[in-house]
């Protein structure tokens, strides 16, 4: 669980971390409050270094912070392999355009400021966003 933005912001925190140990890149995500949507690019590391710590981790600082145990995620992470460019442009649209299908943010011009998309950043505006690019 994403609730609050406290537990946003670690979550990001310990993405921008893993994302520079795992040596990998985050070209887009979103943040929701039960969900997360992430794009990244590896290398020569599998993924699983990058997902590993960072839900292990997030998982022990959620449940200690909420006096709970259990899963956090539901399910397990999917993947899927991106080998076109014009596929890839609509999965960037799709996960930052996430919030305002959920019908968290109600105008476009909302997404330039919110702070659980990487949209800002690509669009040079300031906010989270920038935790996440190497």
């Not at 930052?96 to 011009?109: F, Q, W």
Request: proline share 3%; aromatic share 10%; glycine share 6%.
């Amino acid at each position: 669980m994403l609730g609050d933005n406290a537990d946003k912001l670690e979550f990001l925190r310990r993405l921008g971390e893993n994302l520079v140990r795992s040596q990998v890149q985050c070209l887009a995500w979103a943040i929701m409050s039960n969900h997360y949507h992430l794009l990244i690019r590896v290398c020569a590391k599998p993924l699983a270094k990058l997902i590993a710590p960072l839900l292990g981790g997030y998982a022990g600082y959620y449940n200690r912070s909420h006096q709970r145990s259990g899963y956090v995620f539901q399910n397990r992470y999917k993947s899927i392999l991106v080998d076109e460019e014009s596929y890839l442009l609509e999965l960037i649209r799709y996960i930052h355009l996430n919030p305002m299908r959920a019908k968290i943010l109600s105008a476009l011009e909302e997404l330039d400021k919110y702070p659980w998309t990487g949209h800002a950043g690509l669009v040079n505006k300031t906010g989270a966003s920038v935790a996440c690019h190497r």
